[in-house]
């Protein structure tokens, strides 16, 4: 299959031009001005358009069974809507349940993601610990592909890390060459404020982020920041959606810390008005953790990407329809929490991002997949429009306009955080492996087309983390 794409402007993280791409064998085989077409090739003509690597979302939960049940939106379906919005790669995550043999979980991890019509890959989840996971964290990284290991601080009773998970994984990431990311929300302040407030009375959705204020965000993130500085690990914050973990992490960069951040269009977009909505089923689509916050926070978390202290965005898309959020009528703490939008992410970011100013489409490009290539080890195979590269690739119509709808949308379900937001800029095109999977509104995808991708450990990190610690050893004091 070879295609051409012809008369667009590429746009990297670092550079804009005309150029034409030339995809091949899965790869970027020329760039160029004016590239003739080989024989056989499909045209597809990009004029006036932008070609840009496909998106990739670093923090989806396709098919994940939480909070007694499991996510609607499997692995088939949900790599297809991401193509469908110019994602061409998800990163996973293996969640195994506490006690549950890692390498068990991470084998019915990929066999779920079999059918993925996009490549994909996996951090693993550190939910427990003895020498059995510190064994198959360690196979995992020499033998499977994984570079990242997560640790949730919260959901105490079920899969939260404490402390003592926590330096013990820590600590053998950095001896692995792997980086650390944490949920990062004080899970027993958050158990207590739940039994408070439902006990005051407060039983429905609008008891959810009473139960999560921004504090109980902030102590986490600076508490999982400190225990990597003290054990000089790498460690990258999901779904930041506050200002108080935003400036956890900004002091930690000043300070010179490897620290990385990671925002949802969600959070960026949506504000906790939704769980006042007296409606059960509107309110309770949203409840997410952490959950949406003010507009101030919001306006906070614009400004950390704008200035480079959160570099990347994602979905944490985690589908729960109408039927299972009714699991929490009566107690919000029953509710499954997840929301979705990896069909929507691009487009949302494009339209508030690009178009009003705040991101260049440089800019665009480094959120959206660059920078989470970057930071996970896989790029410039990911992430990038260049020769060699992966043919990952979405052509954007800065033109196309359309209104986001659960009735019109292609996620497996019913509810979509975005309903009636139009935005303007969208994907007419996307490829995945130089095969054109999207096309003017059609899918076009094969059940297990999608790839695992491998994620090599970063020596080179590890390198300059080494030399660093050395010159801060402490020296005996001589008496
Ligand atoms: O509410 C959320 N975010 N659900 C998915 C699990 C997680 O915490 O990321
Ligand atoms: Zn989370
Ligand atoms: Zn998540």
Same mark, same amino acid.
């Given at each position: 299959?070879?295609?051409?794409?012809?008369?667009?402007?590429?746009?990297?993280?670092?550079?804009? @031009?005309?150029?034409?791409?030339?995809?091949?064998?899965?790869?970027?085989?020329?760039?160029?001005?004016?590239?003739?077409?080989?024989?056989?090739?499909?045209?597809?003509?990009?004029?006036?358009?932008?070609?840009?690597?496909?998106?990739?979302?670093?923090?989806?939960?396709?098919?994940?069974?939480?909070?007694?049940?499991?996510?609607?939106?499997?692995?088939?379906?949900?790599? *297809?809507?991401?193509?469908?919005?110019?994602?061409?790669?998800?990163?996973?995550?293996?969640?195994?349940?506490?006690?549950?043999?890692?390498?068990?979980?991470?084998?019915?991890?990929?066999?779920?993601?079999?059918?993925?019509?996009?490549?994909?890959?996996?951090?693993?989840?550190?939910?427990?610990?003895?020498?059995?996971?510190?064994?198959?964290?360690?196979?995992?990284?020499?033998?499977?592909?994984?570079?990242?290991?997560?640790?949730?601080?919260?959901?105490?009773?079920?899969?939260?890390?404490?402390?003592?998970?926590?330096?013990?994984?820590?600590?053998?990431?950095?001896?692995?060459?792997?980086?650390?990311?944490?949920?990062?929300?004080?899970?027993?302040?958050?158990?207590?404020?739940?039994?408070?407030?439902?006990?005051?009375?407060?039983?429905?959705?609008?008891?959810?982020?009473?139960?999560?204020?921004?504090?109980?965000?902030?102590?986490?993130?600076?508490?999982?920041?400190?225990?990597?500085?003290?054990?000089?690990?790498?460690?990258?914050?999901?779904?930041?959606?506050?200002?108080?973990?935003?400036?956890?992490?900004?002091?930690?960069?000043?300070?010179?810390?490897?620290?990385?951040?990671?925002?949802?269009?969600?959070?960026?977009?949506?504000?906790?008005?939704?769980?006042?909505?007296?409606?059960?089923?509107?309110?309770?689509?949203?409840?997410?953790?952490?959950?949406?916050?003010?507009?101030?926070?919001?306006?906070?978390?614009?400004?950390?990407?704008?200035?480079?202290?959160?570099?990347?965005?994602?979905?944490?898309?985690?589908?729960?329809?109408?039927?299972?959020?009714?699991?929490?009528?009566?107690?919000?703490?029953?509710?499954?929490?997840?929301?979705?939008?990896?069909?929507?992410?691009?487009?949302?970011? @494009?339209?508030?991002?690009?178009?009003?100013?705040?991101?260049?489409?440089?800019?665009?490009?480094?959120?959206?997949?660059?920078? *989470?290539?970057?930071?996970?080890?896989?790029?410039?195979?990911?992430?990038?429009?260049?020769?060699?590269?992966?043919?990952?690739?979405?052509? @954007?119509?800065?033109?196309?306009?359309?209104?986001?709808?659960?009735?019109?949308?292609?996620?497996?379900?019913?509810?979509?955080?975005?309903?009636?937001?139009?935005?303007?800029?969208?994907?007419?095109?996307?490829?995945?492996?130089?095969?054109?999977?999207?096309?003017?509104?059609?899918?076009?995808?094969?059940?297990?087309?999608?790839?695992?991708?491998?994620?090599?450990?970063?020596?080179?990190?590890?390198?300059?983390?080494?030399?660093?610690?050395?010159?801060? *050893?402490?020296?005996?004091?001589?008496?």
């Amino acid at each position: 299959m070879t295609v051409l794409i012809k008369g667009g402007t590429v746009v990297t993280a670092e550079h804009t @031009w005309r150029a034409d791409v030339l995809c091949a064998e899965g790869k970027i085989q020329a760039i160029g001005a004016a590239l003739d077409a080989p024989s056989g090739a499909n045209v597809v003509d990009a004029g006036g358009q932008y070609v840009m690597p496909g998106g990739i979302d670093p923090h989806t939960h396709m098919q994940l069974p939480f909070m007694g049940t499991v996510a609607s939106e499997d692995f088939e379906t949900g790599t *297809a809507a991401g193509l469908a919005g110019g994602t061409t790669m998800i990163i996973d995550f293996v969640i195994p349940n506490p006690q549950q043999n890692v390498m068990e979980a991470y084998n019915q991890w990929r066999e779920w993601a079999e059918k993925s019509v996009s490549d994909y890959s996996f951090h693993v989840a550190i939910t427990w610990w003895d020498d059995t996971v510190a064994a198959d964290m360690e196979t995992l990284v020499k033998e499977k592909g994984v570079n990242s290991f997560k640790h949730f601080m919260a959901y105490k009773g079920a899969i939260m890390a404490d402390d003592e998970i926590l330096v013990n994984s820590f600590s053998k990431a950095i001896e692995l060459g792997a980086i650390v990311t944490c949920h990062a929300e004080n899970g027993e302040l958050v158990y207590r404020l739940q039994q408070k407030i439902f006990d005051m009375g407060i039983t429905g959705p609008e008891g959810h982020p009473l139960s999560r204020p921004p504090e109980v965000e902030g102590e986490a993130a600076n508490r999982a920041i400190r225990i990597a500085e003290v054990l000089g690990v790498p460690i990258y914050l999901v779904h930041n959606s506050c200002r108080q973990s935003l400036e956890a992490i900004t002091r930690a960069r000043n300070e010179g810390q490897r620290v990385y951040g990671e925002v949802l269009a969600g959070h960026l977009l949506v504000d906790d008005s939704v769980y006042r909505d007296p409606d059960f089923e509107s309110a309770a689509a949203h409840v997410m953790s952490p959950p949406f916050r003010s507009k101030d926070h919001q306006t906070a978390l614009w400004h950390g990407l704008q200035s480079g202290n959160l570099q990347t965005t994602a979905t944490d898309h985690c589908c729960f329809c109408a039927d299972q959020k009714a699991a929490g009528k009566d107690d919000f703490r029953l509710i499954p929490n997840g929301t979705a939008g990896v069909e929507n992410r691009m487009e949302v970011l @494009w339209h508030h991002g690009v178009s009003t100013g705040r991101l260049t489409m440089n800019e665009f490009v480094a959120i959206t997949s660059a920078n *989470a290539a970057k930071i996970f080890n896989i790029f410039p195979r990911k992430g990038n429009i260049a020769v060699g590269a992966d043919a990952d690739i979405v052509i @954007w119509d800065p033109e196309a306009t359309k209104t986001i709808s659960a009735k019109t949308h292609m996620q497996q379900i019913d509810f979509n955080i975005f309903e009636g937001m139009t935005v303007k800029g969208g994907a007419s095109h996307t490829l995945s492996q130089g095969k054109v999977v999207f096309a003017n509104g059609a899918l076009n995808v094969e059940k297990g087309a999608g790839r695992y991708v491998d994620r090599p450990p970063f020596a080179t990190y590890y390198d300059a983390i080494a030399k660093r610690t050395a010159h801060k *050893a402490p020296t005996a004091v001589k008496r």
